[in-house]
């Protein structure tokens, strides 16, 4: 896999997982199929990257996690976020906002 | 507060690693069931939906791997990680790993042991309190500072300045000691009272001096002994205190006894007792020529220099306050006792860095060998490269393979760097206790008994310690960074695919360049010849050395001293026991001549004289000086002689030929004219193209007393072997008496067998002299020549070191490249080449190699020799027999090394070469 391309996503996918996790806890599938879904099914999120963002955020301080058991009675572990984790969410989503128009208002230029 | 947790996460990781990776597995599981049972929903049969969520998950490992990056204990966790798989992985190759411990633990071992000589000698300090504060004040003139002062100068200068708390003197005497059961040399240290308390030192037993015991002149005859004398003559008794001893005849008390590390304020010089500077009458021995007179009260007088001062600085005062208060006080000084003191300087230099001028000689010497060991370990290094740089060649199918499962690169750098430390250390240590016992070998067997003056501690210390540890980390950076770049450069596919492709240098494509393995080579070879060169001159320089003539005859002759001076005996007394030796002693069967002299030739002292010329101006007033420490190698100032009283016989017991006049006879005693025989150069010098025979000399300033020259003597050596030819002029013992004479035998069957018979004969006599330092002249001549001789074995030993390791290298390289070049090499033999074709196309790669290492390493060594110039006797630095001969001799080695792999190649079999890959 090309290094860059696994660059530009890391950062975005951390906010994705922010994203995600801001409406619950969740375990680590729960997240990739969350994500899944409310890009209607656009992003696909590989485990092989999944599960490192997950630890490094966690070790951010960003998301903590627990062990518990899923709807099919699985022992997994559930990820959510702390209170750093939302402000975290909240500077990526302006970040993220800015930089999305800016580069809409380049392609706009003819 | 981050950080706290980052740490927190991290140690948890750690301490839990077990757990850990248990809850990584179960989730990463976990995960695995939920994907199958979603591909069940999505309409596949279970078994399939199974084998599609693994195939998805077909990166696992790298998976895991990321999150043990993020998750685990961090650097350490991986460091413990990569030290466990480097073990494993040099476990499994013990061949390697053996040679190359071997090849770091030679380079790391003789740095090791050249450091420990570094660290003994310049760096260590004396156990003192705060040694810092410690300064030398050395008497002298602007020409020679770093001398010695007087005691009443002493005593000025400790009266009258405000930048020193207190200052201390003290002068070393040879003493006699009878401790009851035996009669030993030993060396003593007259120190004034404040000596112990200045130095903030300690008794281990007992007490140091009273401020009393150094008022009275004779008045308190007490003495501290040194923890060694305390342990080896007293049994290391605690009752010591109160015992009594007889140090050169006067009976002594003992009142403490020094902490075993303290052996006096200078490095390198020891004492085993010590007495306070109010007894020095007593104990020291009256000055040659006037046996038995009591001493001239040394302690009011300002004339005669013979104490090193050392002072205390007040908190707070600079090196250069202290010298600028003391230079003025020395101006003083020399404005109030012109006759004196004129000229007399005063130096202060720091206590921790010994006598300067002493300093630089050894500094030199250190920095000579420093740089010797360290090209010897720069060439380990290179060897070891090129193994770890073979070996990855090797491994390469491995690396790829860790790079295709996610491994960083940065990550696989760092666990083969570590496998680099892990050989490192392990070499280190290895050469740790080699250099220990090149060290314990060297002291032993190498330096004359009295070649060094001085002692010195070489144990192991923290400063030896440390230095092998960072050598040995420095090294394994060194040795490990290339490879470890160059192995882990990420073209996986051509890796998986094919090795051969990835070895451009050794392919023999046309337009071929170096590889950095070829770079290693060249640069042993290089550094190597710099090494061998250097010991080839030194060989050189030796084998001048040893061809040349001392000017007498050494063999079979023995030389004992008579330290008669340590019994206090009478100029008659003396007389008479030096006649009744020699009577005594030539009648022994087995002895053909005996004779004494002040100063036996290569001893290493020498008296020296001012002359004056009976009818010529006289220059100076006549002034005496003892030389004992080599002045050797410097010519003698235009109007000084080298001189020595000598008994009968002398010219015929060395063997030295009378060219003109007489020998001394007996009736040239006290009361008759008085006479001389001088050498060629004096005759040379003193009376050029005149007969020196009946010319009339004085050694004592124009009043006389005047000697007529008998006789001429051809020049010898007299200092040193490498001393330039200087003028000498011999007196009769019965005219010119001196009470330190040694006697000395030519023997006509095996010398040492009759050293035994001879030191009865003189006991009987008189039974309290010390006759310890019985020695053979062939042993004085070698001693003279130990630096030479040592130079040349310690740089010849690791110039053959190197040789050696360079030559493993080459070997190694060519035997790596023509495995690599098998399918090449039976292509061109199907084609039609013949062995000898290959073997020639092989050993031109290899000898490039060498040509260049060669060329290089002949202007490196033109440049570096230069710095051997004051190390070398009648050899030039750059000396072309050793520039030639060393290069071809490395050339037909290099050769050599590289036969075998050729030949090897020259008899490959194109079917076997064809199938090989």
Known sequence: MPKRDAKLLAGTLDMLILKALSLGPLHGFGVGQRIMQMSADALRVEEGSLYPALYRIEQQGWITSEWGVSDNNQRAKFYSLTRAGRRQLQVEEENWVRLAEAVFKVMQTN | MYWLRLLRARLRGLLRRRSVEREMEEELRFHLRMRAQENVRGGMAPDEAERAALRSFGQWPRIKEACRDVKGGGGVETLLQDMRFGARTLAKNPGFTLVVTLTLALGIGANTAIFSFVNAVLLRSVPVAEPERLVYVFGGTRTSPYSVSSYPDYLDYRARNDVFSDLIAYSPITLSLNSGEQVDTVTGLIVTGNYFDVLGVRPRVGRAFLPEEDTTPGGHPVAVVSHGLWQSRFGADPGVVGRKLLLNGQQFT?????????????????????????????????????????????????????????????????????????????????????????????????????????RGRLVSVAGLLLAVVGLVLLIACANVANLLLARAASRRKEISIRLALGASRGRLVRQLLTESLLLSLLGGALGLLLGVWLVKTMRTYSAPANFFPVAFDFSLDGNVLGFTLLLSVLTGLLFGIAPALQASKPDLVVALKDETALVPGASGRGGRRFTLRDLLVVAQVALSLVLLISAGLFLRSLRKAQGIDPGFDPSRVVTMPLNINLLRYTKTQGQDFYRQVLERVTALPGVQSATLTRTPPLSGASRQSTVVIAGREAPESGSNTENSGGAGGESVPSNITLASSVGQDYFETLNIPLLRGRDFNAQDREGAPGVAIVN??????????????????????????????????????????????????????????????????RTSGDPSGLVPAVRREVHSIEPNLPLTNARLMEELLSTSLYPARMGAVLIGVFGLLAL????????GVMSYSVSRRTREIGIRMALGARGGDVLRLVLRQSMTLVAFGVALGLGAAFAATRLLAGFLYGVSPTDPAAFIGIAALLSIVSLAASLVPARRAATVDPLVAFRYE
Do not use: C
């Open chain 2, 254 to 358: 003992v009142v403490g006894v020094a902490p075993a590390d303290f052996n006096g304020a200078d490095t390198g010089r020891t004492s085993d007792i010590y007495v306070p500077m109010a007894m020095q009458a007593l104990v020291r021995p009256p000055r040659g020529g006037y046996s038995g007179e009591m001493n001239p009260d040394l302690l009011s007088k300002r004339g005669p220099r013979w104490l090193d001062i050392v002072g205390r600085l007040k908190p707070g005062v600079t090196e250069e306050q202290a010298q600028a208060a003391m230079s003025t006080l020395a101006a003083q000084l020399s404005q109030s006792y012109p006759d004196t003191n004129r000229e007399q300087t005063a130096t202060v230099s720091p206590l921790a860095k010994g006598d300067p001028e002493q």
């Open chain 2, 680 to 745: 060629e150069t004096f005759a040379r010098r003193y009376f050029p193209g005149e007969d020196p025979i009946g010319m009339r000399v004085s050694l004592a300033g124009a009043q006389g007393p005047w000697l007529e020259v008998v006789g001429l003597a051809r020049d010898g050596k007299y200092v040193t072997l490498g001393e330039v030819p200087a003028p000498f002029l011999y007196q009769p013992l019965a005219q010119r008496h001196e009470s330190g004479m040694v006697l000395m035998l």
């Open chain 2, 804 to 811: 050696v390791l360079a030559s493993v290298g080459l070997y």
